[in-house]
């Protein structure tokens, strides 16, 4: 009888403990979610005073004698050819930008960096779709969107070209779309690995 009473007592001890455990992972999981959708947020969000001085820069984007559209893209910076120099371009991120967003966010710049790494992708690949289904007023929407997130995480670069391809779908300039698509993915590739670089730091 008393080992029955020392069983049902054990028993008892681990079910209040798993209970226990269960409900400290529900709160561990929401309180993950909850950062999760605040990075979201701020990575969708840029502030009025960004996109104001973001769209004042953009209108000075240059237009060749033809008529067409070419992104203003940061100027690349060249140094004299020789065996051990190379031309070299401009960081993909903005570290200014970096370590302002670190100090404003605290902990929370790390979800919000790998939040735009993880869906790069598949704005790229809306991006594209747009593109094949000939819908301008989509691939114009995505891409001002794509701008400003990369704005708000200091790609300078690849803001420019996002803006470059919503002007190319809202003045229906398909023939520009390809080219830039191409720049996207490459400068895409170098603001991830350096994103990626700030978040592991």
Known sequence: MKLMMIGWAITALLLVSA??????????????????Q???HALDQTSEKIQKRLESALRH???SADGGY?????????VPESP??????PAPLKASTIERLREEMGTQFVPLAYMFIDHFPQRKSALEQAHQAGDGESLARRAHKLKGSSAYIGAERLMAICYALEQAAKTAQWDQVPDLLIQLQKEGERALEALTHYAQG
């Open 19 to 36: 209970l226990w455990w269960v409900r400290h992972l529900k709160i561990a999981l929401r309180r993950e979610r909850l950062i999760r």
């Open 38 to 40: 605040e990075a979201e």
């Open 61 to 63: 984007a240059a237009t």
């Open 70 to 78: 070419h992104p203003a893209l940061p100027p690349m910076q060249t």
């Open 84 to 89: 051990t120099n190379h031309e070299t371009v």
